[in-house]
């Protein structure tokens, strides 16, 4: 079930969209004859991520470890999403709504991240 916990994350940073009212008309943006480009500006960093990712909570309500935090974020960090997606992901978690071409990136990443938290869960704890 962490596998579904660590979905529902990446769609907390990812894959939400504005609450808006029923009926509110989308708001426009003014035309421009060149796009903003996404990859522009700086990367967040795998540590800014991972501080990000611990802020959340899985499924199940329990914290992300640090070990899992990093994972994930150097995953997210090494993934085609753009750097603009990844800083209003972290600046409007709840909030961002990601462009068509980051959302199919984050789709893609759900085994890899899933895989954060299965290899977690086979590493035997010291207490054990």
Request: hydrophobic share 35%; net charge neutral.
């Amino acid at each position: 079930m962490r596998g579904f916990g660590a979905a529902l994350l990446i769609g907390a940073l990812l894959l939400t969209s504005g609450c808006g009212g029923e009926d509110e008309p989308e708001a426009k943006k003014p035309a421009t004859s060149k796009a903003a480009d996404p990859n522009s500006g700086v990367r967040p960093s795998v540590k800014d991520l991972a501080t990000a990712l611990q802020k959340a909570e899985q499924a199940d309500g329990k914290p992300y470890t640090k070990k899992q935090a990093i994972c994930i974020a150097s995953i997210l960090e090494a993934s085609k999403v753009s750097n603009d997606g990844l800083r209003q992901a972290i600046a409007n978690p709840g909030s961002y709504a990601p462009s068509d071409a980051d959302a199919t990136v984050v789709k893609g990443l759900i085994g890899k991240v899933s895989a954060c938290l299965i290899d977690e869960l086979r590493t035997p704890s010291p207490t054990s």
